[in-house]
């Protein structure tokens, strides 16, 4: 595929694409597949426009040149000119259709999730304004679930199934894979591939309320060992503290409203309206991406999310400052 | 499908310079999101009523001749808010509520709460202390589970049950209306 | 379990069940009459029978549950002649399940909650209240029930009467005095455990299971010693081997129900301790085997999305030792139940001529809409029939135990997938059938009832419903009857006849060695039958719908009699004008020529 995202050209088309978000990931800099003929498709496509557009604009400026006096005498078509509209108007616009017709089929063709057995297989359930990620074990036992951060082993092919929880959201890992709609009752699948370790962003591409912009995830592809090592860690239970703090948090966070809406394997929490926190500390971030998970954060999230992202399904919790302590001690041991 | 707002969301939220078809979209959106922030529930008409206070009602009648100087209207500071009401129904659902009440509030395990009966009172007051300290037959103190806030939008909820249309039949829904211990 | 509804709201059965038989020390008392009628090939060979003839000791009459009883003076001949003798009020109006039990002249019966147990005096005319007990159950059982307050039935056996509270309770009371023996408690409602089944009472043990399959309780039996009460032991229905009772001793016939720990790796993560398989129904007896017989219920929450995996062992029929709990085989009846199918209905025990040899089989009607024969030594599936109208499967493949269910039937999250029959109410609930030996016939109350269906994600929240469904019933099924008391010939998995009722048929059932079939329905009607024909012999307008189960006894004076409590409630489907048709009442009605 091209790579010439240094170029200026590349990022004036870039602008005039995703309308000015230099920093962000570009989907015209893939890192992997289906992105990566995408994103051949999207430079190809856009340096034919360019072309096109810079050759009429500039033929239009050399008839703004070359314009000729003021004259009402009919004229006939010279056969100069119908040339000109034959192959400027006709020959010249199918030929190039044709050919991005052709490209973008073969495009279609390519990113199609090739057969057999994916190395991993992950669900993905969108909710307002949270992606919940389950891995799909041999037995079902064996399944994890996470939240806002899916982790891949690079060169892994892995498939996505892709289920609404809500309304309609889109998928997008725009380094990784084009966007991929996730409708309520309807099985979308997507898939995706990274050639090379990184944390890669993904965020939902299809508005989904109020905080639509606050629905991130994302996604660490690393070394499968790395990825192997992660999600058998993801498959043990939480312990049941010993510290006499840590156990004070335990048993807020059971007694408490967490566990009616969140789940923690090992704390008997089975809560389904959140995302589940088994292994919260070993994420990166917290409320879909939007803030860094810090202790300073999660403390500001648990007594007023409300603040923080006016909508969101977590109520504003006020809480004795020892008991939020307690608590947040308890959730620091959720690695 | 990228929509529109896909397009400028990265302009407008993440601190980049928007460009100006980006603004223009960004007004029209925050217009939008404006105007549906009229019904929001995060607009409440009121501070919430202290709680000690609602627990000083007494569910039935004072002793006495001292007539009780304990307010019983205390408003709900969400009524007739629809969005509120909004955020109360889907605690409904998700709280579990559902199971015994009804998906319509027609009742099951628990009474109907679409009917005109209201066992232990119906004031916003009653409703908010119902779900608070749960009620003898089964109903589950929620007091210590749901802050206060959300106790409310959940009877503002219930209170738009007690005003809707005829409810889905159940056979639990009638025989929920008689006490099976009052045989003693 | 269970939930029958309705509509959307209630949903929640659970329950229990159970049965029982007395063995044991009252061995030495029974005349043991029911060989010598178990004449030709469908008999049920095995002495399972508990008390005389002339008295009614366990629910199911006997062991084996066949409700078959030998008195032959009200017969097919004379049947039309009945009139009523006496009635008594409990003076509850809830559901009024299970049959009023006989012994030396005393009639023991069990209201619904609040669980209150009488005494009636046969020897005095009007059979007078001699005594009661109350054993005051904690009436936040009542909200936490989900299939209204029934109690499905009481046992006697050693000079004492065995039931369960509501609040999940065991007790046992004196049958002569009505005092109080023990009282343990065994479930915790704060958890969402309630009990409703009739204990089974053998080998010295009060065995015993909860109900909450709506409630995200994990379902259990316990065996009681007889005579404290203390708990000997408790065999979980999911979860590890070790809870389970899966020990050495333990020889699925099925490879499927073979395996390390399935009742948690066919689970989610730790589902398995909030995922019901509750033991609500009725137990049945082999004293030669020395097992007993019980199925389990669904799975939990009704979202089949939140469980994937078989869920072990959920709608699944154990077979177990009555002494130490220990499971001898399991089969699998449905397995990742996405319906409601509980398989807790009952089991009941004949031998049967099939494939040209007499084997000892159980005959069970499971709620699936499947009659099932099934080897009782080892729980071989020999033939498993529909025998209520059905869609949600094209068959059971014999060689694996598995149903072969119908893509576009299974329920999913989010979907509302439509026109599921049976409703999850099944083909037939707990209502229990009869087995004549005599005419060698099933007589079965079904429902013909069929449902849309739409998962929800739910979350556990102790002593909340754990259920995730909306449900709406449709009623009638295909067809346009709701019901049918059909006779079902076990060996070529047949019906005989059927009469068809607009409501379902939510009954238990007597048969009698004179040939007459009893059986009530929800509007209210007790019906005789002839056992042979089909034909209807004789109605009384009870005053209000039927869901206990009929009884007969020999009275003092020498004459027969047959009870039938009258009380709707349980949580039957029915339509949505049933309530301006019909009330509630709690009344015994007590017939005789």
Not at chain 1, 86 to 103: D, Q, Y
Not at chain 3, 118 to 142: C, M, Q, S, V
Not at chain 3, 507 to 523: E, I, P
Request: proline share 7%; hydrophobic share 40%; net charge neutral.
């Amino acid at each position: 595929m091209t790579q010439m995202s240094t170029t200026r050209l590349g990022t004036v088309s870039l602008l005039l694409i995703s309308l000015g978000c230099a920093g962000a990931p570009s989907f015209m800099a893939p890192h992997g597949a289906p992105a990566d003929t995408e994103a051949s498709l999207g430079w190809g496509v856009t340096i034919v426009a360019i072309v096109i557009t810079l050759l009429v604009f500039g033929l239009l400026l050399l008839g703004l040149l070359r314009r000729r006096d003021y004259d009402t005498t009919p004229k006939h078509a010279s056969n100069r000119s119908i040339v000109w509209i034959m192959v400027g108007g006709v020959l010249l616009p199918a030929v190039v259709l044709v050919v991005v017709t052709g490209f973008t089929m073969r495009t279609l063709h390519v990113v199609a999730e090739p057969a057999g057995n994916a190395d991993v297989r992950v669900q993905v359930i969108a909710h307002r304004w949270w992606w919940e990620i389950k891995y799909l074990g041999a037995t079902p036992d064996l399944m994890v679930v996470t939240a806002n951060e899916m982790h891949i082993p690079v060169h892994g092919r892995v498939h996505v199934e892709l289920i609404a929880a809500d309304v309609i959201h889109s998928f997008w890992v725009p380094q990784l894979a084009g966007k991929m709609d996730v409708i309520p009752g309807q099985h979308n699948t997507t898939w995706l591939r990274a050639d090379s370790a990184g944390i890669y962003r993904g965020e939902c591409a299809e508005f989904c309320g109020a905080q639509h912009a606050h629905m991130d995830f994302m996604v660490v592809a690393e070394p499968p060992a790395a990825f192997a090592n992660w999600l058998s860690g993801q498959r043990t239970v939480a312990a049941v503290p010993t510290d006499s703090l840590d156990l004070a948090g335990y048993n807020t966070f059971r007694v408490s409203a967490c566990a009616a809406c969140h789940t923690i394997r090992g704390a008997d929490a089975f809560g389904k309206v959140g995302p589940e926190l088994t292994h919260l500390a070993s994420r990166r971030t917290i409320a879909a991406g939007m803030l860094p998970n810090t202790r300073g954060n999660l403390a500001a999230w648990i007594v007023n999310a409300q603040s923080i992202k006016p909508g969101v399904g977590m109520p504003a919790l006020p809480m004795a400052a020892a008991q939020e302590q307690a608590l947040l001690a308890y959730l620091s041991t959720l690695r | 499908m990228s929509s529109l707002s896909d397009q400028i969301k990265p302009a407008v939220f993440r601190g980049m310079r928007p460009s100006l078809p980006g603004a223009l979209s960004t007004l029209i959106v925050a217009l939008f999101l404006v105007s549906c922030d009229r019904d929001s529930s995060r607009t409440r008409s009121k501070e919430l009523p202290d709680v000690a206070t609602l627990q000083r009602i007494p569910m039935g009648p004072v002793p006495g001749l001292a007539v009780s100087t304990i307010k019983r209207e205390i408003p709900n500071p969400y009524s007739a808010n629809v969005g509120a009401t909004a955020d109360g129904q889907r605690l409904y659902v998700r709280m579990n509520c559902v199971y015994c009440h009804g998906w319509d509030g027609g009742g099951g395990m628990g009474p109907n709460l679409r009917d005109s009966v209201w066992r232990f009172g119906g004031t916003d007051a009653d409703i908010f202390n119902s779900i608070y300290e749960g009620r003898p037959k089964g109903m589950p103190a929620w007091g210590a589970l749901l802050p206060p806030d959300e106790i409310w939008k959940l009877a503002a909820y219930v209170r738009t049950l007690s005003s809707g249309g005829p409810p889905e039949f159940s056979p639990m829904k009638n025989m929920t209306q008689n006490d099976p211990d009052e045989h003693h | 379990m269970r939930s029958s509804s309705l509509l959307p709201r209630f949903r929640l059965p659970l329950f229990l069940i159970l049965i029982g038989a007395c063995t044991g020390a009252a061995q030495h008392d029974r005349t043991a009459p029911t060989e010598s009628r178990a004449a030709g090939t469908g008999s049920t060979a095995t002495n399972t029978s508990v008390g005389k003839p002339d008295e009614w000791l366990v629910q199911g009459k006997d062991q084996a549950l066949t409700r078959y009883s030998e008195l032959t003076e009200i017969n097919a001949t004379n049947a039309s002649n009945l009139k009523m003798a006496w009635t008594f009020s409990t003076g509850v109006l809830r559901g009024h399940e299970g049959a009023p039990l006989v012994h030396d002249n005393i009639m023991y019966l069990v209201s619904p909650f609040p669980n209150i147990l009488f005494a009636l005096d046969l020897t005095k005319p009007g059979a007078p209240i001699k005594w009661e007990y109350h054993p005051n159950p904690d009436r936040r059982a009542i909200g936490i029930a989900c299939c209204d307050v029934v109690n499905r039935g009481w046992t006697f056996d050693d000079g004492k009467i065995f039931y369960n509270t509501l609040d999940a309770q065991t007790v046992a009371v004196d049958a002569a005095t009505g005092s109080e023996l023990w009282k343990v408690r065994v479930g915790d409602t704060n958890l969402g455990e309630t009990m409703t089944m009739a204990p089974l009472v053998v080998r010295h043990r009060v065995i015993v299971g909860n109900s909450g399959g709506e409630m995200g309780v994990r379902g259990w039996v316990v065996g009681l010693d007889e005579a404290s009460g203390k708990e000997v032991w408790r065999a979980y229905n999911t979860g590890p081997d070790k809870d389970v009772k899966l020990g050495a001793g333990f020889h699925a016939f099925y490879p499927k129900d073979r395996g390390t720990d399935l009742g948690v790796s066919s689970w989610a993560p730790r589902g398995y301790l909030h995922g019901g398989g509750t033991a609500w129904g009725w137990y049945s007896y082999d004293p030669q085997l020395n097992l007993f017989y019980y199925g389990t219920s669904n799975p939990g929450p009704w979202n089949q999305n939140q469980r994937p995996g078989p869920n072990k062992w959920t709608s699944t029929l154990f077979a177990r030792d009555p002494e130490t709990g220990e499971a001898k085989w399991a089969t699998q009846i449905t397995p990742h139940d996405m319906w409601d199918y509980d398989a807790v209905n009952e089991y009941t025990l004949v031998d049967l001529p099939m494939g040209g040899a007499t084997r000892k089989v159980l005959v069970h009607f499971d709620r699936n809409a499947f009659a099932y024969v099934i080897d009782r030594t080892n729980g071989e599936i020999l033939s498993a029939q529909p025998f209520a109208p059905l869609n949600w499967a094209t068959g059971i493949d014999l060689a694996t135990s598995e149903p072969q269910v119908v893509e576009s039937k299974k329920t999913t999250q989010g979907v509302n997938v439509t026109n599921i029959c049976p409703q999850a109410s099944g083909g037939k609930d707990q209502q229990p059938s009869a087995y004549s030996p005599h005419t060698h016939l099933f007589y079965v109350p079904t429902n013909n009832v069929c449902m849309d269906y739409e998962g929800v994600e739910a979350s556990y929240i102790a002593g909340t419903p754990y259920f995730g469904a909306k449900l709406k019933t449709k009623i009638p099924g295909p067809g346009g009857y709701a019901g049918e008391f059909i006779a079902w010939d076990p060996v070529n998995a047949k019906k005989m006849w059927g009469i068809k009722e607009g409501l379902p048929v939510w009954s238990g059932v007597l048969v009698t060695a004179g040939d007459v079939a009893f059986y009530g329905t929800l509007d209210g009607w007790f019906r005789a039958v002839d056992a042979v024909s089909g034909k209807v012999l004789w109605q009384f307008k009870c005053g209000s719908g039927i869901i206990g189960a009929p009884m007969t006894y020999r009275g003092p004076d020498g004459k027969q009699y047959v009870a039938i409590l009258s009380g709707f409630g349980g949580a039957p489907p029915v339509p949505a004008d049933y309530a301006s048709h019909f009330t509630q009442s709690g009344q015994l009605y007590v017939f005789s020529l």
